[in-house]
């Protein structure tokens, strides 16, 4: 049985379709249910679901055989404040997982995130420790402090799963995102405002270094977020930290542009202001270093930024 947590959620329902395709039994956990998340089940046949609370008190009872733990349910906004929640929820929570699958011999990979970089004065190379990284944000130092705790675990030599990996996502985009609301990807809001208004509002910038729209991250398309997953579940011969990005860092104003063209629309681009909750606490680069990958093995070719946009657009489309 595989265990995919945060299974309604975006990259975790991209990856319980996957695994559903390759036959696997799956046992599918989540906050309770919403209609717009529940769609991103569609096709999905033969899954057990449990609440996420429940699961944990399963854990201790009626779940067993567990070959892995996909551990992606988190809170995931980069603009939350309360850090007793989001140490109890990213932090707590992703810690009972990793014991529970060290006991049990369970595989264990989760996702931790670009967040963690902060703004980027190490090169995002996952090879850094993350005791010397200094997220932006509350979400950020979340998933940084659980990865800084599963390493020091590894490193006084307690129990852990045998085969682990935490996956740094960057600028994540694809099908099965619009439930995120404001915490879904540009490719995203650019095809809903689009719809909308046709045209596309873009932050401007709050760096001198970068014109506006042209703040550049590491856009990676959900697909490859998930081939990164199975890889390291399957392949990978080192357990540790790992990037899941594209190493092409690409601009805000050729994403968009790959949104109109998807669409068969000249571009109509303005800009506004960025938030005030987000000033201050924004990414302006991001280029996932991905050494480590490709040296432990993986080779596969990442879905170009117009190829990506393209499917998800399609998809979108299809609503």
């Known amino acids: 049985m595989i265990v995919v947590t945060g299974a309604a959620g975006f990259i975790g329902s991209n990856l319980a379709q996957r695994l559903a395709v390759d036959g696997h039994d799956l046992l599918l956990v989540d906050h309770p249910l919403t209609a ?28 067993r055989n567990v070959d892995a733990i996909f551990h992606l349910g988190a809170c995931s906004s980069t603009t939350e404040n309360n850090w007793t929640y989001l140490e109890r929820n990213n932090v707590g929570y992703t810690r009972t997982l990793w014991n529970w699958c060290a006991a049990n011999g369970s595989s264990f990979l989760y996702a931790s995130s670009a967040a963690t970089y902060g703004d980027g004065s190490h090169d995002f190379d996952d090879r850094t420790p993350p005791v010397e990284l200094t997220p932006l944000n509350l979400y950020g130092k979340s998933k940084n402090d659980f990865d800084i705790w599963a390493l020091a675990e590894v490193a006084e030599g307690r129990p852990n799963p045998p ?3 935490g996956l740094k996502f960057f600028n994540v985009y694809g099908p099965r995102e619009p439930h995120k609301g404001r915490m879904a990807s540009v490719v995203y809001q650019t095809w809903r405002q689009i719809k909308a208004t046709a045209g596309m509002a873009l932050f401007r910038s709050t760096d001198p270094a970068y014109a506006d729209g042209e703040q550049l991250r590491d856009f990676v398309y959900v697909g490859d977020c998930v081939d990164h997953l199975h890889w390291l579940w399957r392949k990978a011969p080192t357990n540790g930290l790992y990037n899941s990005g594209t190493g092409t860092p690409r601009t805000f ?17 303005r800009f506004i202001d960025m938030p005030g909750d987000l000033a201050g606490k924004y990414q302006n680069f991001t280029k996932a270093a ?28 299809s609503l």
């Open 36 to 63: 717009p998340k529940l769609a991103n089940w569609v096709g999905l046949r033969d899954f057990r679901f449990l609440d996420h609370e429940r699961f944990l008190a399963a854990l201790g009872t009626e779940i």
């Open 163 to 165: 085969r682990w990996a």
């Open 253 to 269: 104003l050729d994403l968009a542009k790959a949104t109109f063209a998807a669409l068969g629309l000249n571009p109509n681009i």
């Open 290 to 317: 991905t050494t480590k990958l490709r040296a432990a093995g993986y080779d596969g070719t990442p879905t170009t930024l117009e190829d990506g946009v393209h499917t998800t657009v399609r998809w979108l489309e």
